[in-house]
């Protein structure tokens, strides 16, 4: 069928390794990548250029990074380049049924989801707060609606007991250029059939907050593992030691019980432990006190004698 024109739709890490794969493919001629515009970063709040539009620019792509699709003149731009496809990754942005309509096989996106569960934004941090099992990326037939179209394929992955959000990130990230190319492949080839979305599973996630981030220790230990899991590595799980926040990174849910008020430290062996709800331990084995470095609770322990303290008070 001869080189296949794409404009590609994307914004953060997780959408790089599907560009560079589509940049590298001989089948795949990438005309325009569209992107968010440029935003403050880090303390000093230095305009920097997302992942997506940097990957481009280092390829000689064209780099669009309009505000709203919904304009008749970025309609027209997308359109005058006659694409075969618009791919679109973790792009941020709604697309109206203008731009939907351009490509000539579709506009194809990469949800890191088994749609129609975890619809919206930030799927890969909720999968791991709900402590779900199993995941996977989706690509699917887009439509007006938010992730509603039609299914095409599907790659699943186990979540491991104690993956973070931000690696389980990069490993869905990393299942997509192999997932696109079948996609895009067997779509111009008309050797898919997409299926239906069963709407009586959809449920929908919202992006995170930093409210979230404070820890409820009346939950149950596996509640609170999931968490700390969920807001690694933004925004970080949080609690606070005599008035001072306290930043937890990493830690497990134990099998020792403990009743005692939740949040109450426990300190056993060099082990920072927690009471949590239904007589419940948590470990926590890395943590970040306000205006001190990351550590290990075992190096923290060595400083501070938290025995018998409560986190959260």
Known sequence: ??????????????????????????????KLAVSQT????????VLTA?????????NGIEVFQPKTLKTPEAAEKIAALQPDFIVVAAYGKILPQTVLDIPRFGCVNLHGSLLPKYRGAAPIQWCVLNGEKETGVT????DAGLDTGDIL????????????????????AALCPALLLRTLDDLAEGKITPVKQNEAEATYVSVLNKEMAVLDWTLPAAAI????????????????????????????????????APGTVFVKNDRLLVACGEATVYEVTEL????????????????HGIDGRRLGA
Request: charge should be positive; avoid cysteine.
């Open 50 to 58: 997302p992942p997506v539009k940097q990957l481009a620019l280092q």
């Open 153 to 172: 394929y599907v790659e699943k992955t186990p979540v491991g007991e104690n993956e973070t959000a931000g690696e389980l990130f990069d490993r869905l």
């Open 288 to 303: 970040q006190l306000e205006g001190a470095k990351r550590m290990s609770a075992k190096d923290f322990l060595r400083g």
């Open 139 to 142: 690509t699917m037939l887009m």
């Open 225 to 260: 593992h999931n968490r700390v899991r969920g807001l690694n590595p933004w925004p970080a799980a949080k609690t606070a030691l005599e008035g001072k926040g306290l930043k937890i990174h990493a830690g497990r849910a134990v099998p020792d019980k403990i009743s005692a």
């Open 38 to 45: 440029d935003k403050p970063q880090g303390r000093k709040q």
């Open 1 to 30: 069928m001869g080189t296949k024109s794409v404009v590609f739709m994307g914004t953060p890490d997780f959408a790089v390794p599907a560009l560079q794969a589509l940049i590298e493919a001989p089948d795949y001629e990438v």
